[in-house]
């Protein structure tokens, strides 16, 4: 059964930083890629970003291109998204999936966790 256990997240104010971890378990996580997606209230969910299975190749939404840095720990099953300069817009409830390779903005399947609230005021 894959499970995915996002985490870090948090009320910041603006121009601050967080750094969420997405663990993952039930799948081998080495051979996957790997992305973030958040989803703002009354809105529908949206790529964030995404990286390759062997960490070759980063995948960014035009919004949190030179703010958000996503990266992985395959000995550790965990994905991660440091999130800097952080902007009210950003608030929303983050998510881990696993998407099509390379570093698409596409999940590959339907397997999500509860995700990490994000909250950045002004």
């Known amino acids: 059964q894959v499970q995915l256990v996002e985490s870090g997240g948090g009320l910041v104010q603006a121009g601050g930083s967080l750094r969420l971890s997405c663990t993952v378990s039930g799948r081998t996580f080495s051979r996957y890629a790997w992305g973030w997606f958040r989803q703002a209230p009354g809105k529908e969910r949206e790529f964030v970003a995404a990286?390759?299975?062997?960490?070759?190749?980063?995948n960014y939404a035009d919004f949190v291109k030179g703010r958000f840095t996503i990266s992985r720990d395959n000995a550790k099953s965990t994905v991660y998204l440091q999130m800097n300069g952080l902007k009210p817009e950003d608030t929303a409830v983050y998510y881990c999936?696993?998407?099509?390779?390379?570093?698409?903005?596409?999940?590959?399947?339907?397997?999500w966790g509860q995700g990490t609230q994000v909250t950045v005021s002004s």
């Open positions: 990286i390759s299975w062997n960490d070759e190749h980063t």
């Open positions: 999936a696993t998407v099509i390779p390379p570093v698409s903005d596409q999940t590959l399947d339907d397997y």
